[in-house]
């Protein structure tokens, strides 16, 4: 009789903190201003160009190789269910900002976060191959 009334508490106990718990929004910080470099990985990288978040547009020289002004982005958001599990997560880094463009085509999109992620050269450009 001892195990069960302790199931049944610990049952309540469950039931009860579902019930009084939910979700969890969580604001993440904002990114400041940013100079990120680039360089485009394709045979003739100055037919390209960058267009960056607000218009600005950046020809893409010879070499492939150009610095972007990445502009600072607002907070974002994290939500937890009962404060453990992440369900989603809206950090301004995972917006796309930055689009690689070829004959008024854009070829390529990337955030912050996706930008980052690129394989990096040896004078620490990040390396957008075949956009």
Known sequence: M????QLFGMIGAGV?????????????PGSLP?????????????RFEVMVQ??????????????????ALAHGC???LFGVVKV?????R???????????????TLSLSQLT???VDSDGYYVVRNP
């Open 2 to 5: 001892g195990t069960v009334r």
């Open 16 to 28: 009860f903190f579902i019930l009084t718990s939910g979700c969890v929004n969580v604001m993440r």
């Open 34 to 46: 940013s100079q990120e470099k680039l360089r485009i990985g394709a045979d003739h990288p100055e």
């Open 54 to 71: 607000e218009g600005r547009t950046c020809s893409v020289p010879p070499d492939g190789r150009i610095v972007i002004d990445a502009p």
């Open 78 to 80: 994290t939500t937890y």
């Open 88 to 92: 989603a997560d809206s950090s301004s």
């Open 94 to 108: 995972n917006i796309p900002i930055v689009r690689v463009v070829k004959n008024g085509k854009t070829r390529r």
């Open 117 to 119: 992620s690129l394989p």
